[in-house]
């Protein structure tokens, strides 16, 4: 990229992060310091403004890059992304938005512990909740390290290692300093810039295609060197036996995981009421299903215009493909409406990084600070607000640490592929808990710890031992072979696992149900009655 892309995008990154900076001192300076304050905004959010923040926290850069990036380099086959993520949020609509708001506090831990024993429940959803966002966080960090090694014409390794420390230390500091209510604006923020922007790209393509989709589909399959077979299941999870499961593990860990998803479920705290969550998941909905359209056009669009060969030459996993597709949209490199476009739509991208990473930091130290922390202290002493803060806000900077180091470590791997990983781990570990907790009168304690472990354990476990790590030459160690689970998503086999570690956990235990315990916080789940 040449010098006038360089400049006018690192003007855009700089104006939006002083922009996200100057809400966070402005909220650091007008907050309460209590925990009701730093982890949930005080509830004082709207359905409309939390409906915006639940879309800017889940339209990632995964969602962005990711997937466009998928769809131009296999088609048909990349769109199941975006019809896994979208889909997705009828479970969370339908079996989980009011009932978590109802039930819970702070964290998913919250809504287990409402009828369990607290201690070991607190501790195994903690695990697991940091387990999740920290993958989560490591598929935003490639996504800036992408992006910004195609603005600096895709040479300096070193540029990406830095922008990757840079976008971790913004998140410590949005989170430390802000807390969910400067976490939230950044997110609405984001959210209208990143709609504006795909909305922007959408008409620029169709319009290159005089508004005829079969004539861009057709393009995109002439180009793509596969014909027809663009256009149809079986080009990236086709032929063989393992990748046609592993498309079936891929759909349900994105149609199961969203509902375990920590950043999302803390999201319904910051709303006054249940029917405020509802409202919020309603409008989410809408602007999250709109995009996800138009990501399916901007995929199909970088492939006809771009081709996947171009596409591929500047980031083997397709990450830039969207950036490149602005570029060509507003004139060709070097002109001047191509310039101004690819570094709208690289700041955008950026601006999409660095909210969502405020988003998971806040919800990851959330679980350390409020489950973790407070169980692990003395029994018989509860941790008092001001301290259990201070600990959230210092286990964000080591939360951004551990992101960093895996996301220069997994640098050249397709980021929508690895925010599948962490559905899959989500669905797996913090799912089967929170149904069983809902809606199972006989749950026991030892069914919730054994269904959070029964389900992580195995999936972490499996994605060490795939292809995903090593085996192959696209994985994380392409020179060393310890592969022995032939997948590349473990969720076929972790989310099953997950259920039935619960139930065996339960039928097994000594503990008699506390039936009185249930109907309680079912009460409490279906009509609001003593919900915080």
């Given at each position: 990229m040449n010098g006038d892309h360089q400049t006018l995008a690192l003007l855009l990154f700089s104006a939006f992060i002083a922009v996200t900076l100057g809400i966070t001192t402005w909220v650091s300076r007008n907050r309460r310091g209590s925990a009701e304050e730093f982890y949930a905004g005080g509830r004082l959010f709207s359905p409309l403004e939390n409906g915006f923040a639940i879309a800017g926290d889940y339209m990632s850069a995964a969602s962005f890059l990711?997937?466009?990036?998928?769809?131009?380099?296999?088609?048909?086959?990349?769109?199941?992304?975006?019809?896994?993520?979208?889909?997705?949020?009828?479970?969370?609509?339908?079996?989980?938005?009011?009932?978590?708001?109802?039930?819970?506090r702070f964290t998913l831990a919250d809504v287990v512990a409402a009828r369990m024993a607290e201690r070991p429940v607190r501790i195994a959803a903690g695990t697991s909740s940091v387990t999740v966002s920290v993958l989560y966080l490591v598929a935003q960090m490639v996504g800036a390290g992408s992006l910004v090694a195609l603005l600096l014409g895709g040479t300096s390794e070193a540029a990406r290692s830095w922008t990757v420390i840079g976008v971790g230390a913004l998140m410590v500091i949005y989170v430390s300093l802000g807390g969910m209510r400067a976490t939230t604006w950044i997110q609405i923020v984001k959210a209208v810039l990143l709609m504006a922007g795909t909305i922007t790209l959408t008409v620029l393509v169709l319009l290159r295609f005089h508004g005829d989709f079969n004539q861009l589909l057709a393009t995109a399959a002439e180009r793509s060197g596969h014909g027809r077979d663009f256009l149809a299941p079986g080009l990236r999870y086709g032929g063989e036996w393992t990748s046609r499961l592993d498309f079936i593990s891929l759909g349900v860990a994105l149609v199961l995981g969203t509902a375990g998803l920590p950043h999302i479920l803390s999201r319904f705290?910051?709303?006054?009421?249940?029917?405020?969550?509802?409202?919020?998941?309603?409008?989410?909905?809408?602007?999250?299903?709109?995009?996800?359209?138009?990501?399916?056009?901007?995929?199909?669009?970088a492939a006809?215009?771009?081709?996947?060969?171009?596409?591929?030459g500047s980031n083997a996993a397709g990450n830039t493909a969207v950036p490149l597709l602005a570029l060509d949209l507003g004139g060709g490199a070097g002109s001047t409406g191509g310039t101004v476009l690819f570094a709208i739509v690289a700041a955008v991208a950026f601006a999409t990084i660095l909210a969502v990473v405020a988003g998971i930091t806040l919800a990851s130290s959330a679980s350390v600070?409020?489950?973790?922390?407070?169980?692990?202290?003395?029994?018989g002493r509860r941790a008092k607000p001001y301290s259990e803060v201070t600990v959230a806000r210092l286990s964000a900077a080591g939360i951004g640490v551990a992101a960093i180091g895996l996301g220069l470590l997994a640098r050249d791997l397709n980021v929508a592929f690895l925010v599948g990983l962490a559905f899959a781990v989500a669905a797996s570990a913090n799912l089967p808990v929170l149904l069983y907790s809902l809606f199972w009168r006989n749950f026991t304690t030892r069914g919730a710890v054994w269904s959070v472990y029964g389900g992580l354990v195995p999936a972490v476990l499996l994605v060490v031992l795939s292809p995903v790590v090593s085996g192959s030459p696209e994985a994380l160690f392409p020179g060393v072979d310890f592969q022995v689970f032939p997948l590349q998503n473990p969720g076929v086999v972790s989310i099953p696992l997950g259920f039935l570690a619960g139930w065996i956990g339960t039928v097994t235990s000594s503990e008699p149900p506390d039936v009185a315990r249930h109907a309680e916080t079912e009460v409490r789940a279906l009509t609001g009655a003593g919900a915080v």
């Open positions: 990711g997937i466009s990036g998928l769809i131009a380099l296999f088609g048909y086959d990349g769109m199941l992304y975006s019809v896994g993520f979208l889909v997705a949020w009828l479970v969370v609509l339908l079996l989980v938005a009011e009932l978590v708001r109802n039930c819970g705290y910051t709303v006054p009421t249940a029917r405020a969550a509802r409202r919020s998941v309603v409008w989410a909905i809408g602007l999250i299903g709109g995009f996800y359209l138009m990501t399916i056009v901007l995929g199909f669009g006809a215009i771009i081709g996947p060969d171009a596409v591929r600070a409020h489950d973790l922390y407070a169980s692990l202290r003395r029994r």
